[in-house]
C-alpha cells in the first residue's frame, strides 16, 4: 500500500504531466523529475533549475525542427560536409565552410558545382543544404530532370503558377545533374522561369558536369542558355570539383586491395 507522502507525488507528477501536455512541452515533462534530482544534489537555485528545464525544451525542439527541415528537403541521401573528404578534392574546405555559414542565401547568391561525375558535386550540394536545414531554412533538393518533369505535368493540368508559387517560397533549393539530360523547349523555358524569378531575390546551388560553353548541348534554344547563364553567374560562386572521380578512385583500390 502506498504511503500518503508518494501518494502525493504521484499526483504533483499527474498533474504536471497534464499541464505539459497543455502547454505542448514533452520534454519538460520527460525531463523534469531529473532535472531537479541533479539540481538538488547540486545545490542549484530554483531560477537556474528553471533555466536548466527551459533550456532542455528549447533545445529539443531545435532538433526536431532540424529533423523536419531535413525530411522536408527530400535529399536523396543525407550527406554531410563532415562526411566530405576535402583531402581528395581540389575544392577549398575553408570556401566551402564560409558558405555552410549561410551568408549566400541571405545575399541571394547563386551556388554553382562544375566537374565531372563522381567528384563530390552532389554531396557538397547535399551537404550545404543540409547546413541550411541546421539554419532552420526551408531546403528543397531536386534533379533538374525532375523539376522540369513536375512543371511539365504542372503547366499541362493547368496548375503551373501554382507549382512556381511553391518553388518561390523556398529559400534555397539545390538543382542536381544539370546537363546530364537534355531538355526539350518546353522544358528548358519553364526552369529558365524557376531560376530567373530566384534571380536577386532567392538563392539556389546548381551541380554540373558541363563548362559554360557546352550548356547548347541541354538546352537547344541559343539565347534562352544564353540568358540562363547569365542569371546563373551574376554574383555567383562557381566551384570546381576536379575531372577525377572519388568512386572510380575508392573502385581502384578496393580492386588493389584484393589482388
Given at each position: 500500500?502506498?504511503?500518503?507522502?508518494?501518494?502525493?507525488?504521484?499526483?504533483?507528477?499527474?498533474?504536471?504531466?497534464?499541464?505539459?501536455?497543455?502547454?505542448?512541452?514533452?520534454?519538460?515533462?520527460?525531463?523534469?523529475?531529473?532535472?531537479?534530482?541533479?539540481?538538488?544534489?547540486?545545490?542549484?537555485?530554483?531560477?537556474?533549475?528553471?533555466?536548466?528545464?527551459?533550456?532542455?525544451?528549447?533545445?529539443?525542439?531545435?532538433?526536431?525542427?532540424?529533423?523536419?527541415?531535413?525530411?522536408?528537403?527530400?535529399?536523396?541521401?543525407?550527406?554531410?560536409?563532415?562526411?566530405?573528404?576535402?583531402?581528395?578534392?581540389?575544392v577549398s574546405a575553408a570556401r566551402i565552410a564560409d558558405l555552410a555559414a549561410g551568408g549566400?542565401?541571405?545575399?541571394?547568391?547563386?551556388?554553382?558545382?562544375?566537374?565531372?561525375?563522381?567528384?563530390?558535386?552532389?554531396?557538397?550540394?547535399?551537404?550545404?543544404?543540409?547546413?541550411?536545414?541546421?539554419?532552420?531554412?526551408?531546403?528543397?533538393?531536386?534533379?533538374?530532370?525532375?523539376?522540369?518533369?513536375?512543371?511539365?505535368?504542372?503547366?499541362?493540368?493547368?496548375?503551373?503558377?501554382?507549382?512556381?508559387?511553391?518553388?518561390?517560397?523556398?529559400?534555397?533549393?539545390?538543382?542536381?545533374?544539370?546537363?546530364?539530360?537534355?531538355?526539350?523547349?518546353?522544358?528548358?523555358?519553364?526552369?529558365?522561369?524557376?531560376?530567373?524569378?530566384?534571380?536577386?531575390?532567392?538563392?539556389?546551388?546548381?551541380?554540373?558536369?558541363?563548362?559554360?560553353?557546352?550548356?547548347?548541348?541541354?538546352?537547344?534554344?541559343?539565347?534562352?542558355?544564353?540568358?540562363?547563364?547569365?542569371r546563373l553567374t551574376d554574383r555567383a560562386h562557381i566551384i570546381e570539383t576536379g575531372s577525377?572521380?572519388?568512386?572510380?578512385?575508392?573502385?581502384?583500390?578496393?580492386?588493389?586491395?584484393?589482388?
Amino acid at each position: 500500500m502506498n504511503s500518503p507522502g508518494s501518494t502525493l507525488v504521484d499526483l504533483h507528477d499527474q498533474v504536471i504531466r497534464q499541464n505539459c501536455r497543455t502547454l505542448k512541452t514533452p520534454t519538460i515533462a520527460a525531463q523534469y523529475q531529473r532535472l531537479a534530482d541533479a539540481a538538488a544534489r547540486e545545490g542549484h537555485s530554483h531560477v537556474r533549475y528553471l533555466d536548466a528545464l527551459l533550456g532542455a525544451e528549447i533545445d529539443e525542439r531545435g532538433r526536431k525542427a532540424v529533423l523536419r527541415r531535413v525530411k522536408e528537403a527530400r535529399l536523396p541521401r543525407l550527406k554531410t560536409l563532415q562526411e566530405f573528404d576535402f583531402a581528395q578534392s581540389p575544392v577549398s574546405a575553408a570556401r566551402i565552410a564560409d558558405l555552410a555559414a549561410g551568408g549566400y542565401i541571405a545575399r541571394a547568391e547563386p551556388v554553382l558545382l562544375i566537374g565531372e561525375a563522381g567528384t563530390g558535386k552532389t554531396h557538397l550540394a547535399s551537404g550545404l543544404c543540409v547546413a541550411a536545414c541546421e539554419q532552420c531554412r526551408r531546403v528543397r533538393f531536386t534533379t533538374a530532370t525532375a523539376l522540369v518533369n513536375e512543371l511539365v505535368e504542372a503547366r499541362a493540368s493547368n496548375a503551373l503558377s501554382r507549382a512556381l508559387g511553391r518553388w518561390e517560397r523556398i529559400e534555397l533549393i539545390g538543382i542536381d545533374e544539370l546537363g546530364y539530360v537534355p531538355l526539350a523547349e518546353i522544358g528548358a523555358e519553364l526552369l529558365f522561369q524557376v531560376i530567373a524569378d530566384r534571380a536577386e531575390r532567392a538563392a539556389v546551388i546548381v551541380t554540373t558536369n558541363l563548362p559554360f560553353s557546352e550548356w547548347g548541348q541541354v538546352f537547344p534554344n541559343p539565347r534562352l542558355c544564353q540568358a540562363l547563364v547569365d542569371r546563373l553567374t551574376d554574383r555567383a560562386h562557381i566551384i570546381e570539383t576536379g575531372s577525377e572521380s572519388f568512386r572510380f578512385r575508392r573502385t581502384l583500390a578496393g580492386t588493389r586491395g584484393i589482388t
